[in-house]
């Protein structure tokens, strides 16, 4: 995992240009630069080490993982070259282009119906398969390094150490399990960083609701693009 790392180059920040709005800098941290073209190249990295450090992972475990794509590529790529083998329980939507990445790093796909019978059935699958499921839902928050590490935050603050504003005002982000946001949160006060965070949420997605009335847990949202924003708030989702 370390000479992976080592051999592996970060992501870019691309400076946006805003010709209309003067003094303001605009900055986009592209997570898609790594070497699997996944965005949870990052967080899978961080589970394999949660997993294998906790002993979770070890030679003939299967890791199994509920996913609608994206982290399953990232799981797959680690999976392969950990040699163990790794299945993706992923809704009937996930499109063919997803699971024709994950089976590049030689991983199975599992479709379930629904994706709300997804977390169930890779419960099962890792109970019945020697696996190892490393909920991303769950753990995601707690498996990053929140000091360092070269963990998203200290990534951007480092590459952002040459600009005319060292610390932004805001740092906007997605939420997915939540493990983005509660790592630059907390890195943000760990380093008593002034900065806002801001949540970017899709109106029909339930973490944005839930900051507004703690009593709201779930929506019956249906989502116009895929990945973004979630109906279930995610034990790893952490509004503090
Ligand atoms: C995964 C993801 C995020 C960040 O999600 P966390 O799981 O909360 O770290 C943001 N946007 C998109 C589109 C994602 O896929």
Redesign the pocket.
Same mark, same amino acid.
């Given at each position: 995992m370390e000479a992976e790392a080592a051999r592996s180059a970060d992501t870019h920040v691309l400076r946006v240009p805003l010709p209309g709005l003067r003094g303001i800098d605009l900055y986009v941290k592209d #997570?898609s630069a790594h070497s699997t073209g996944s965005?949870?190249h990052r967080?899978a990295r961080s589970l394999f080490l949660y997993g294998l450090c906790n002993g979770w992972i070890a030679p003939h475990i299967t890791i199994v993982e509920a996913s609608s794509g994206?982290?399953a590529v990232s799981k797959a790529y680690f999976a392969q070259m950990l040699g163990l083998p790794f299945v993706a329980v992923v809704p009937a939507s996930t499109t063919a282009e997803k699971i024709a990445e994950i089976a590049r790093y030689g991983g199975h796909s599992h479709m379930v119906a629904q994706s709300s019978e997804v977390y169930a059935e890779t419960a099962q699958t890792a109970a019945t398969s020697n696996g190892q499921y490393m909920d991303?839902f769950t753990y995601?928050e707690r498996a990053t390094d929140w000091r360092g590490n070269n963990n998203i935050a200290q990534s951007i603050f480092d590459q952002l150490s040459l600009e005319r504003y060292l610390v932004p005002t805001w740092i906007v982000? *997605?939420? *997915?399990?939540? *493990?983005?946001?509660?790592?630059i949160g907390r890195y943000l006060r760990y380093r008593s960083y002034s900065v806002r965070l801001c949540l970017a949420d899709p109106e029909a997605s339930v973490f944005h609701r839930h900051l507004a009335d703690p009593s709201t847990t779930a929506t019956n949202a249906v989502f116009l693009v895929e990945?973004?924003g979630r109906g279930r708030l #995610?034990p790893?989702?952490l509004p503090s």
């Amino acid at each position: 995992m370390e000479a992976e790392a080592a051999r592996s180059a970060d992501t870019h920040v691309l400076r946006v240009p805003l010709p209309g709005l003067r003094g303001i800098d605009l900055y986009v941290k592209d #997570e898609s630069a790594h070497s699997t073209g996944s965005l949870k190249h990052r967080l899978a990295r961080s589970l394999f080490l949660y997993g294998l450090c906790n002993g979770w992972i070890a030679p003939h475990i299967t890791i199994v993982e509920a996913s609608s794509g994206s982290t399953a590529v990232s799981k797959a790529y680690f999976a392969q070259m950990l040699g163990l083998p790794f299945v993706a329980v992923v809704p009937a939507s996930t499109t063919a282009e997803k699971i024709a990445e994950i089976a590049r790093y030689g991983g199975h796909s599992h479709m379930v119906a629904q994706s709300s019978e997804v977390y169930a059935e890779t419960a099962q699958t890792a109970a019945t398969s020697n696996g190892q499921y490393m909920d991303q839902f769950t753990y995601a928050e707690r498996a990053t390094d929140w000091r360092g590490n070269n963990n998203i935050a200290q990534s951007i603050f480092d590459q952002l150490s040459l600009e005319r504003y060292l610390v932004p005002t805001w740092i906007v982000v *997605g939420a *997915g399990a939540g *493990g983005t946001s509660a790592t630059i949160g907390r890195y943000l006060r760990y380093r008593s960083y002034s900065v806002r965070l801001c949540l970017a949420d899709p109106e029909a997605s339930v973490f944005h609701r839930h900051l507004a009335d703690p009593s709201t847990t779930a929506t019956n949202a249906v989502f116009l693009v895929e990945r973004i924003g979630r109906g279930r708030l #995610e034990p790893s989702f952490l509004p503090s």
